[in-house]
């Protein structure tokens, strides 16, 4: 009995090993190479340059960055608030 538990798990590792792949490549590794190109000043020209952290220091200095934030904030709470008074509707009706 142990043996088919085991079998089954290998069966279904099998199936799953395509998706981690196609998932490993085009959603693991680009959120990677984007991370790590993050800390580069880079274009298709030049030679990439290290920068470290400074393009992050640029990021928490730069007024549209804070602007897009509150936006990002205010479609979050009107999406929260739709979806609070749909659900909470149909409730009624229930």
Known sequence: MKMSKMKADVQALLFLLPFLA???LFTI?????????SFYKW???HKMEYLGL???EKLWQDQE??????HSFIL???????YWLNNRKGADDA
Do not use: C, H, R, T
Not at 29 to 37: I, N, R
Not at 65 to 70: D, E, T
């Open 22 to 24: 196609i998932y490993l």
């Open 29 to 37: 590794w680009p959120m990677l190479k984007g991370v790590e190109m």
């Open 43 to 45: 274009s298709l020209i």
């Open 54 to 56: 400074s393009n992050y």
């Open 65 to 70: 960055f804070w602007a897009s934030v509150g």
């Open 76 to 82: 979050l709470a009107m999406s929260a608030l739709q």
